[in-house]
């Protein structure tokens, strides 16, 4: 039973374009989402995130939305750079806990 | 700050035998968790510790343990090794327990054969 489900394995874009990558959760439980983000022979790297009491979070070029009627969260990079193209994971938690819950990722590829 | 180290970074190992992982956190951090990645389940929390104490597990088999130290380095062992044991294991630490951002080590690639 998946509780975290990224269902785009891949994603392609321009350079300078947005790039969204989408996450669906089932456990209403979950209080707190994270966004980290893969190169390969590196440990995840840990990129934005956000707490269930509110919808939008920024940092940079990057931003995520939480719709939590939907259990759905977002992440929106713009513009996208080449230096982007990662993997990027979803991870959902509960009530302060260290075990995250993760999606199986999105490889996102920034085409020059 | 050194980042978190994993050692070693690569291991091949047969059925039947055991394994034990190592990983220091970054400096200051007390809290380490462990994930194991694999193609087909992805990332999957094996257990936490804090305090030299186990705070949370994973749903793996009692094959899998692990322990910390009081200068908050921790091992992971797994006992009678499976083909399906052949993943890249993760550790990652944080600052403190209940806390949500964790930063990640390299990984440790395991291959049983």
């Known amino acids: 039973d998946q509780q975290v489900k990224q269902n785009s394995p891949s994603l392609s874009v321009q350079e300078g374009r947005i790039s969204i990558l989408n996450c669906d959760y089932t456990n209403s439980m979950f209080d707190y989402f994270l966004w980290y983000k893969k190169y390969p022979a590196e440990g995840p790297t840990f990129l934005i995130s956000?707490?269930?009491?509110?919808d939008k979070n920024e940092d940079g070029r990057f931003t995520v939305f939480l719709n939590k009627s939907a259990k759905h969260l977002s992440l929106h990079i713009v513009p996208s750079q080449p230096g982007d193209s990662a993997v990027y994971f979803c991870a959902a938690t509960q009530g302060g806990s260290e075990k995250l819950v993760f999606g199986k990722g999105t490889k996102l590829t920034v085409n020059p | 700050k050194a980042g978190v180290t994993q050692t070693p970074r690569y291991l091949i190992k047969t059925r039947g035998q055991q394994v034990t992982l190592s990983c220091s956190p970054i400096s200051g951090h007390r809290s380490v968790s462990w994930y194991q990645q694999t193609p087909g389940q992805g990332l999957q929390f094996l257990f936490e510790?804090?305090?030299?104490?186990?705070?949370n597990k994973g749903n793996f088999p009692g094959r899998f343990s692990g322990r910390q130290f009081s200068n908050s380095r921790s091992e992971m062992n797994v006992s009678t090794l499976e083909l399906g044991d052949s993943a890249l294991y993760l550790c990652a630490s944080s600052p403190w327990t209940d806390s949500y951002e964790q930063y990640f080590g390299p990984g440790t690639r395991l291959t049983v054969t």
């Open positions: 510790y804090f305090s030299e104490t186990q705070r």
């Open positions: 956000i707490s269930s009491i509110k």
